[in-house]
């Protein structure tokens, strides 16, 4: 007794609203991949360089190190005690949207690398809220 689906070749997206968080279960909201990807840190000299030289700020859910820098990136850094790769690819969806959402609120670029505590259960809102508190108290 399932309601009859249409036939139609276009996806079909739910609204999706990321401050209240709502999507309906089983839909995927559209995300733009471009909006990241030249964000990212990827070298591993550029984390050498931040682990070694950075600031460190730490909430109850993740460190963040950060420096100055001309661009905003953005890297994670999830070893192996989180657990198995599916919970730590999880773990990095989450910080890097929870990091898409509050980028626009931070005063200058910087190059940063999040590193997650580790955790029994992991929350967007919960890492979104830290962010925004260690930008408001590093005056970032």
């Not at 559209?30 to 030249?38: A, E, F, I, K, Y």
């Not at 509050?102 to 590193?115: D, P």
């Not at 992991?122 to 962010?131: G, Q, W």
Request: charged share 30%.
């Amino acid at each position: 007794e399932f309601p009859e689906q249409s036939r139609s070749t276009e996806p079909v997206y739910a609204a999706y609203s990321l401050s209240a968080g709502i999507c309906l279960p089983g839909i995927i909201p559209r995300v733009r991949r471009s909006d990241m990807t030249d964000l990212r840190l990827k070298i591993q000299s550029d984390f050498n360089n931040l682990f070694s030289g950075g600031k460190r700020a730490f909430s109850p859910s993740f460190t963040m190190i950060y420096a100055p820098a001309k661009q905003m990136r953005m890297g994670i850094s999830v070893g192996k005690r989180h657990g198995k790769s599916v919970k730590r690819n999880r773990i990095k969806r989450l910080l890097r949207e929870a990091f898409r959402s509050v980028r626009e609120e931070f005063q200058g670029n910087y190059s940063i690398v999040l590193v997650p505590k580790v955790k029994d259960d992991y929350s967007f809102f919960t890492f979104r809220k830290h962010l925004q508190w260690i930008i408001a108290r590093e005056k970032l």
